[in-house]
Each structure stands twice: as structure tokens, then as C-alpha cells.
């Protein structure tokens, strides 16, 4: 029982260390990086280039989104909108309609801006759920670990007498016939 309540000591003590001190400076590292995209975009527009207004204001609004939500952006908030995507048909149109103008934009530096804005947006969601990485790994090890032993239990509901004979030998007890 010591074992358990030092484990969680030291779990209460990771959280609060990642929550207050690491994740907030990746955090403003991160929205700064933002910053220097939006900056980027409006750069690319003052020059004039190829990029209309539309696709323009919509890469623009999607970087302000970005570090406006910055810190409410986690695996909460994916999952809440997958389901919401799912559900809501006029919900998951807009959300397209506005990704496909994104996409087919012509300006390759615009596209580069929003790979990287892609990218920035992936490393906050890990930042956001940072903390809950050792929480989750025991979970999902469990869940691996009950799946390959369902898959090798199956296996072996399956096997013939002889071929069970095989796999667990037992000299002093005799063949089970049927």
C-alpha cells in the first residue's frame, strides 16, 4: 500500500511540476512561434502576393483561433468536437468548406504558413495534454495487454488436444479424449 501512495505522491508532484512551471513556458514559446506566422501572413499580403482575400482572411482567422484558444486546446476539446463533427451535419460542412478554401489555396508561401500553423496547433494539443501522458500509458498498456491476451486465449480455445499437447506439455496427467 506504501507503494501506491508513493506513486501517487510522485504522479501529484509530476502534474503540478508540468501544469505550473513546463507547460506554461512551451506554451508562450509556442504562441509566440504563432505570432511570428501571423506576422508572416500579414508580411505576405503587404507584399502583394498572390494570395486572395478570402484565403487571406481565412488562414489569418484560423492563426488567431489558434492563439486565442492556445491554452484550451487539448484532447478534451478534439474529442468534443470529432463527436460534434460527427453529429452535426451543418456543423462538419462548414468545418470542411472552410478547410477545402484553406487547401486550395495557390500562394506556396500561404501553404507553407499554414502547414506550420498545422504543426504548432498538433505541439500545443501534446503540451496541453502533457500531464496526462503517465496517466494514460498504464490505461492503454492495460488495454494492449487485454487485447493480446484475448487474441492469444482465442488462439487457444482452438487448438486440438494434440496441438495443445504441444504448447503446454504435462507428463503426469493424461491426454484429455473426447
Given amino acids: 500500500?506504501?507503494?501506491?501512495?508513493?506513486?501517487?505522491?510522485v504522479l501529484a508532484i509530476w502534474h503540478w511540476w508540468y501544469e505550473t512551471i513546463l507547460a506554461p513556458s512551451l506554451r508562450l514559446e509556442l504562441r509566440f512561434k504563432?505570432?511570428?506566422?501571423?506576422?508572416?501572413?500579414?508580411?505576405?499580403?503587404?507584399?502583394?502576393?498572390?494570395?486572395?482575400?478570402?484565403?487571406?482572411h481565412y488562414l489569418h482567422d484560423s492563426i488567431n483561433n489558434a492563439i486565442h484558444f492556445l491554452?484550451?486546446?487539448?484532447?478534451?476539446?478534439?474529442?468534443?468536437m470529432a463527436r460534434r463533427?460527427?453529429?452535426?451535419?451543418?456543423?462538419?460542412?462548414?468545418v470542411t468548406a472552410r478547410s477545402k478554401v484553406l487547401d486550395d489555396c495557390k500562394s506556396t508561401e500561404a501553404m507553407e504558413i499554414r502547414t506550420k500553423t498545422i504543426h504548432l496547433v498538433a505541439t500545443v494539443l501534446s503540451v496541453n495534454s502533457?500531464?496526462?501522458?503517465?496517466?494514460?500509458?498504464?490505461?492503454?498498456?492495460?488495454?494492449?495487454?487485454?487485447?493480446?491476451?484475448?487474441?492469444?486465449?482465442k488462439a487457444l480455445t482452438a487448438l486440438s488436444a494434440a496441438d495443445l499437447q504441444t504448447v503446454a506439455p504435462d507428463s503426469t496427467s493424461p491426454a484429455v479424449s473426447v
Fill in 85 to 94: 463533427m460527427r453529429d452535426d451535419k451543418e456543423f462538419n460542412a462548414r
Fill in 34 to 56: 504563432l505570432f511570428k506566422l501571423r506576422d508572416e501572413l500579414r508580411d505576405l499580403k503587404i507584399r502583394g502576393a498572390v494570395l486572395d482575400d478570402k484565403h487571406f
Fill in 130 to 153: 502533457g500531464a496526462w501522458f503517465f496517466y494514460l500509458i498504464p490505461v492503454a498498456l492495460a488495454m494492449l495487454c487485454y487485447q493480446w491476451t484475448k487474441n492469444i486465449v
Fill in 71 to 80: 491554452p484550451r486546446l487539448d484532447m478534451a476539446m478534439l474529442i468534443y
Fill in 1 to 9: 500500500m506504501e507503494y501506491v501512495i508513493f506513486v501517487f505522491v
